[in-house]
């Protein structure tokens, strides 16, 4: 399957823009729910069985992320799969297990599960993903050894392909991608190199950026990490396994600045709702920086975390209103941070083992976790199975108590929160 096959989503349908004019009307009707952490959340679906039928005994789930319209999330797994559930009765949480107990079976299994050839190095949605347009369906992986692969979230079958090349003509794999914020775009993280691919023409056809200014400054390394910012300033974030964030100009990818300080090399990077901050993390690194990129000289804050020994990726995230920030562990458990005061307000047992994942749903009062880490315990001569318990090597979808906002008194401009991104996370499904 390649380029031959080729299905692009087209960008930002005429029935969104007709559907964006009545849900802004349905916006000023409704109560938007404002998530309260006071309380610990309740685990609404939990997942864990279906991930160990692999003939891999050692696998675990690697990432989760929901999609932009929030009917579904994906979970990338050590087996090489990418898994889709969706919310059942759209995002209705009539079922809740509200006990502590894990329960014997799987909440309901995977709708779609896409198998890579290799090990999954990063995936994203298309931003303007809306299960009611099939053609916007479509979400995009990097694998060891192979091209950028674009796939069907309906039907599983592979759109097109977007291919890099090296000094030999041989294929080169991203280590990290992201669509542009207009969805017209694939920015792709290579060594040293940015490739940016347009969505509309798959195949080897991309311009490429180097990294490194021509007195060899800039930006070396691995560039592992792709952010954008939420509000079309035009600006994108890159981290780099060098320990290094940059900030370029998306149109002709000038650098702005080279962020030092993370003590491990970068992992994630993520803009706050209103784009004046920046959030970073990296590997065997116990801190999320939080940078003011109006100054880009010095850390606003750290948050803590527990990741001092591990080489993975642990994705934090940031509600709709923009106020908090949540993160996993090694701990096993997920912390929720204040964004305004950097302070640490609640936390709640996820997982048993790393939480290497956590998202919250683009407008419901939600999250997803993803948990696992790679066991190197040597199995019983008798059993090649691992014993794992229910809560380790799982995800889970969590719900939490919220307020209206108009009984919690906040704005729609609350905390970081623009009302320019929230329109674009709750509407991107019309």
């Not at 192979?146 to 069907?152: E, G, M, S, V």
């Not at 990294?211 to 035009?234: D, M, V, Y």
């Not at 009302?419 to 499904?429: G, K, M, T, V, Y």
Request: net charge negative; aromatic share 14%.
């Amino acid at each position: 399957m390649g380029e031959e096959q080729h299905q692009a989503p087209e960008h930002q349908p005429e029935s969104q823009v007709e559907s964006t004019e009545a849900s802004e009307q349905n916006q000023k009707e409704y109560s938007w729910p404002v998530i309260s952490f006071d309380a610990p959340p309740h685990r609404t679906y939990h997942f864990y069985q279906q991930f160990r039928t692999s003939p891999n005994p050692n696998n675990f789930l690697k990432g989760a992320k929901w999609s932009p319209d929030g009917s579904c999330f994906l979970a990338s797994s050590d087996d090489n799969t990418l898994s889709i559930f969706s919310l059942p009765d759209n995002g209705s949480s009539d079922y809740v297990n509200a006990h502590s107990s894990i329960p014997a079976e799987d909440s309901f299994a995977a709708d779609l599960v896409v198998r890579e050839g290799e090990s999954v190095y990063d995936f994203c949605w298309y931003p303007y993903m809306s299960a009611s347009d099939p053609v916007t369906c479509v979400f995009a992986t990097t694998t060891r050894d192979h091209p950028i692969h674009l796939w069907d979230a309906t039907s599983g079958l592979l759109r097109c392909t977007y291919r890099a090349y090296d000094a030999v003509d041989e294929i080169t794999a991203a280590f990290s991608i992201s669509f542009n914020p207009g969805g017209t775009k694939i920015f792709a993280g290579y060594n040293k190199t940015i490739r940016v691919f347009d969505v509309h023409r798959p195949g080897r056809d991309f311009a490429q950026y180097s990294t490194l200014q021509g007195n060899k400054e800039g930006q070396t390394g691995i560039i592992s990490a792709i952010a954008f910012s939420p509000t079309h300033s035009g600006m994108l974030a890159t981290g780099s396994y060098s320990q290094t964030t940059a900030i370029y100009k998306e149109d002709n990818m000038e650098l702005l600045y080279i962020l030092h300080g993370q003590e491990g090399g970068i992992t994630h990077v993520q803009f706050s709702k209103d784009g004046n901050y920046l959030y970073t993390g990296g590997r065997k690194d116990p801190y999320i920086m939080c940078w003011d990129i109006r100054k880009a000289v010095e850390v606003v804050y750290k948050l803590y975390r527990s990741t001092e020994s591990t080489n993975q990726r642990i994705y934090f995230d940031i509600e709709p209103y923009g106020r908090y920030l949540g993160t996993g562990g090694q701990d096993g458990l997920v912390h929720i941070y204040d964004l305004q005061t950097g302070q640490w307000i609640s936390g709640y047992q996820a997982a048993a083992d790393t939480v290497n994942g956590f998202t919250f749903h683009p407008f419901l009062p939600m999250a997803a976790s993803s948990s696992g880490h790679r066991r190197f315990q040597i199995p019983e001569e008798d059993t090649e199975e691992l014993f794992l318990r229910g809560d380790e090597n799982c995800a889970s979808v969590w719900s939490f108590s919220y307020t209206s906002m108009a009984e919690s008194g906040v704005g729609m401009n609350a905390g970081d929160f623009n009302s320019q991104s929230e329109n674009e996370n709750i509407h991107c499904d019309s």
